[in-house]
Every structure is written in C-alpha cells, then in structure tokens.
Nanobody, 124 residues
Framework: QVQLVESGGGLVQAGGSLRLSCAASGRTFSNRAMAWFRQAPGKEREFVAGISGNGGTTYYADSVKGRFTISRDNAKTTVSLQMNSLKPEDTAVYYC?????????????????WGQGTQVTVSS
C-alpha cells in the first residue's frame, strides 16, 4: 500500500507564492509518475501538473503554465509544486497522486493512489 501526505497549503495574497510537498511512504514506487490535481468548491477535480517517473518529462495545465513548477526527489520519494504569482482562481484543495507507471498522465482516473489534500486559499 502507498500513503501520500501533502503539506504546505495555506492562505496567501494574490501575487504571492506557496510550495506544496507530497511525501510517499509504504510500498512506494520511486520510478513512477506523480501529479498534482486540485478541486475547487462545486467544481470537478482538475489536473494541475504531472511529472514522469524519472523526472524527465513534465506536464502543466494551461491555466498554471509559467507560474507553477513541479519537481521530484526520487531518493526521498517526494514531489513538490512551487506556485508563484498565485491568483484567487487558484483557490482549491490540492491533491497529490501517484501512478504505477513511469509515464505521467493528465486524467484523474489514471492515478492509483491519492493523498488527503491540502487547502490553498488565495485572497484578492
């Protein structure tokens, strides 16, 4: 079994920055794709950013491209999301996800394990 624990969420003003981290434990797959999704109230969960198992390929939603950066440390089995120039529309619960394949994907149903989520609130 795999456990994913997110941290780093909080309240920030528009234009500010936050860094989210996700630590994987248990039966982890150090060479497996990971991603961040988010879900705002009343909306469906949406893809934010993904990274392949070896860290060589990254994917971003158009809405965050140029502002967010995903990275991973396979030795520590962690994935991070650096969020800059935050906007009120970035407000959501952010979830870390792990896929048991090397290649990343952009849809939620392709991920096998999920964290409990961390709240990010951006005030205007």
């Amino acid at each position: 079994q795999v456990q994913l624990v997110e941290s780093g969420g909080g309240l920030v003003q528009a234009g500010g920055s936050l860094r989210l981290s996700c630590a994987a434990s248990g039966r982890t797959f150090s060479n497996r794709a990971m991603a961040w999704f988010r879900q705002a109230p009343g909306k469906e969960r949406e893809f934010v950013a993904g990274i392949s198992g070896n860290g060589g390929t990254t994917y971003y939603a158009d809405s965050v491209k140029g502002r967010f950066t995903i990275s991973r440390d396979n030795a520590k089995t962690t994935v991070s999301l650096q969020m800059n120039s935050l906007k009120p529309e970035d407000t959501a619960v952010y979830y870390c996800a792990l896929r048991i394949f090397v290649a990343a994907a952009t849809t939620a149903d392709e991920y096998n394990y999920w964290g409990q989520g961390t709240q990010v609130t951006v005030s205007s």
